[in-house]
């Protein structure tokens, strides 16, 4: 368990796919709604500044995300262990500590 306290919560492929679809379903409503406020923001300023700052940023984020930089491996990896802890295969913070104080 972790310093926190947080409660155990049972990490299944079930428990993640259905959570994970949730969730997914969530953040695209929550992620359109985002998107129409912002156009809405575009299109009522007169400010050139605004305009020409919005367009930079948009421009410039459109640029590789850090896991497309990562090594074939190591996403490999990164997967590996979601998975595994999708399937309960995972060992508590404190014993992993313990056994590396001795």
Same mark, same amino acid.
């Not at 300023?45 to 050139?48: C, E, F, I, V």
């Given at each position: 368990?972790? #310093?926190l306290g947080a409660a155990k919560i049972p990490l299944n492929n079930s428990f993640l796919h259905n959570n994970s679809v949730n969730l997914l379903k969530t953040e695209a409503m929550d992620l359109q709604t985002e998107k129409l406020e912002l156009v809405r923001m575009v299109l009522e /300023? @007169?400010?050139?500044s605004i !305009?020409? /700052?919005v367009k930079k940023f948009l421009t410039e984020s459109k640029k590789v995300d850090y896991w @497309? #930089? !990562?090594p074939q491996y190591q996403r490999d990896e990164i997967l590996k262990g979601v998975e595994e802890a999708g399937n309960g295969e995972t060992v508590d913070y404190e014993k992993i500590i313990a056994k590396h104080r001795k």
């Open positions: 368990m972790s #310093k /300023t @007169d400010n050139p !305009l020409a /700052t @497309d #930089k !990562l």
